[in-house]
């Protein structure tokens, strides 16, 4: 049998980052197998034990039950009169341990006035280090699929569902899901767009309260009740899911020309 060639650092490089080892912990690498080599530090002569104080409790070290969890962002969401004060309540959340292995928080970019919203699943690795939603490969397709209806960044609006990023681009559990649920149906309130775009699966099934899969919903209008208003919904795929399955966009520029001609009309 032939053995396998030995990676190069460029190729080992990228299987790290398909894998979501993005940053480093140290300036110099950890050689664990030389630690356990090592001979065991002798023993301290033992003293006669101390009074000491209980640690303090860092915040945000314990996160609550997940019932609490969600009722608490429920009623953070409900007394969010504007976008800034949702935006802040959001980041002083401690509710999600999302929060705490993120760099920031994600809340969303373009016009808040825009007619038409998109809401993807959640940020990943380019959208945690700048702050904003969908700047990665997958922002510039969108970036490319919106235009190509005359759409662009000062005329709709872009969030996800997800605040923040998961821990190596994995997908979020659902306590995570319904925990962020309450602030993403508070912020599609606010903006009170026309149009709302949910992009994949996640997102759809999530907002649009269906267990049908994209394949079955995207190109399908649904209702969006915000409890004021009806808003028009359209599910399409994820600008990620095209750059893997590219035969896709033929179906998809379907669903962007059906959503042009809603707003024309």
Known sequence: MIPEPTPTVR?????????????????????????LDAPAPRAAPVEAPRPVAA?????????????VAIASAREAARTAPTLEALRELMQNFEGCALKHTATRLVFADGNPQARIMFVGEAPGRDE??????????SGKLLDLMIGAIGLNRTTAYITNVIPWRPPGNRTPTPQETQICLPFIQRHIELVNPDVLVTLGNPSTQTLLSTREGIMRTRGRWFEYETGQRTIRALPTFH???????????????QDLRSIAKVLAG
């Open 55 to 67: 640690p303090a409790v860092l915040r945000g070290e314990a996160a609550p039950a997940p019932d």
């Open 11 to 35: 190729e080992l490089l990228a299987f790290y980052l398909e894998a979501g080892v993005d940053c480093a912990l140290a300036e110099e690498p950890v050689d664990r197998l030389a630690e």
């Open 128 to 137: 945690d280090i700048e702050g904003l939603p969908f700047v990665g490969r």
């Open 239 to 253: 600008p990620a899911y095209l750059l893997r399955s590219p035969s896709y966009k033929r179906l998809a520029w």
